[in-house]
């Protein structure tokens, strides 16, 4: 099997980089993109904008990698955005319900469920303003 390709570019602007991904983000080249994130916060960037339009794939590695990354972010006051994301991280954010964390969404406004579910009634607490899905599916015994 051949070794994936990333490619990293940066272009910092004051405390500010815009970080542009190329390639696919997996389990070989996941260290590659958290190496690289964590160089902006040690050089003193505080926002950090990933564009992925290039990325023509992402798996739950590149996911960790990027969780790992706002979480450190957050910590020293900063904030760390995705844009575009491929259509595989896209589902994966939607799976894991995290999408607001590193889309820039506030939590009361993320997508819709995958899952068909009915509405909440309208007299339902504002803090649960996204509808709940079944755990399960299926036939379960």
Known sequence: MPLSQLTVHRHDQGKQALITLSGEIDL???????????????????????????????????????????????????????????????????????????????FGHLSPPLVDAPAPPRSASPLRSVPLAPVLSGDAR
């Not at 996941?30 to 992925?52: H, K, N, Q, Y």
């Open 28 to 106: 070989e080249s996941a260290p590659l993109v958290r190496e690289s994130l964590e160089r902006c916060l040690r050089d003193g960037i505080r926002t950090i904008d990933v564009d992925l339009t290039p990325v023509t794939f992402c798996d739950c590695s590149g996911l960790n990698a990027f969780l790992h990354a706002a979480q450190q972010t957050t910590v020293v006051g900063g904030t760390l955005r995705l844009h575009r994301p491929p259509t595989t991280l896209a589902r994966i954010l939607d799976l894991a319900g995290c999408g607001f964390l590193l889309l820039g969404l506030s």
